[in-house]
């Protein structure tokens, strides 16, 4: 049983797409365990309504996140050309920044009415992250797209690690 189980795995480890897939996934699985890890710690520090806060906040950024690059991110993936497939990233990081530009304005001078009128008073306070979490966001995809062009699976890897990671100790 052993030589067939070594055998099965020499074979999927020999082609590029398994070893590509199994560093997605021991990627993907680190960052589960992370999350899995912290979630004990994090109900002990924070009560329901700030857990209930926070994700409120996270499908704010989560839905206008679709918008700060305004999906020329996808873009990345087409051209032939290496050259035009930088044009495209540097394209969508400008555009990432001046939207989230746009926002840190809007949200200055507008921070009370918005937070009155989608009935987010509790959230006050944190409208002001929303645009710095948007460009992080923005890039994170935009790299992401990038790295998943010139078949760098380590680092799109890496990334969901560093992300999960991040995301856990901001709680």
Same mark, same amino acid.
């Given at each position: 049983?052993?030589?067939?189980?070594?055998?099965?795995?020499?074979?999927? +480890?020999?082609? /590029?797409? =398994?070893?590509?897939?199994?560093? #997605?996934? $021991? +990627? =993907?699985? =680190?960052?589960?365990?992370?999350?899995?890890?912290?979630?004990?710690? @994090?109900?002990?520090?924070? &009560? /329901?309504?700030?857990?209930?806060? *926070?994700?409120?906040?996270?499908?704010? =950024? $989560?839905? #206008?996140?679709? %918008?700060?690059? @305004?999906? *020329?991110?996808?873009?990345?993936?087409? /051209?032939?050309?290496?050259?035009?497939?930088?044009?495209?990233?540097?394209?969508? #990081?400008?555009? $990432? @920044?001046?939207?989230?530009?746009?926002?840190?304005?809007?949200?200055?001078?507008f921070n009370?009415?918005?937070?009155? %009128?989608? &009935?987010?008073?509790? %959230?006050?306070?944190?409208?002001?992250?929303? /645009?710095?979490?948007? #460009?992080?966001?923005?890039?994170?995809?935009?790299?992401?797209?990038?790295?998943?062009?010139?078949? !760098?699976?380590?680092?799109?890897?890496? +990334?969901?690690v560093l992300?999960?990671? $991040?995301?856990? &100790?901001? !709680?």
């Open positions: 049983m052993k030589t067939f189980t070594n055998w099965i795995l020499n074979k999927i +480890g020999q082609t /590029p797409f =398994t070893k590509n897939i199994l560093v #997605l996934m $021991s +990627g =993907t699985t =680190t960052a589960q365990i992370i999350s899995l890890l912290v979630t004990p710690i @994090l109900t002990r520090l924070f &009560s /329901p309504e700030e857990f209930g806060n *926070y994700a409120l906040f996270i499908t704010i =950024t $989560s839905i #206008l996140s679709i %918008l700060i690059s @305004l999906r *020329y991110e996808l873009a990345i993936m087409l /051209p032939k050309e290496e050259k035009d497939a930088r044009s495209i990233v540097k394209l969508s #990081l400008i555009i $990432s @920044l001046i939207i989230s530009s746009f926002l840190i304005i809007i949200i200055f001078v009370k009415q918005i937070s009155i %009128l989608l &009935s987010l008073e509790a %959230l006050h306070n944190w409208l002001y992250a929303v /645009p710095v979490l948007l #460009l992080s966001m923005g890039i994170y995809q935009i790299f992401n797209n990038y790295n998943n062009r010139i078949n !760098n699976y380590k680092d799109i890897s890496k +990334g969901i992300l999960s990671a $991040s995301s856990s &100790s901001m !709680n």
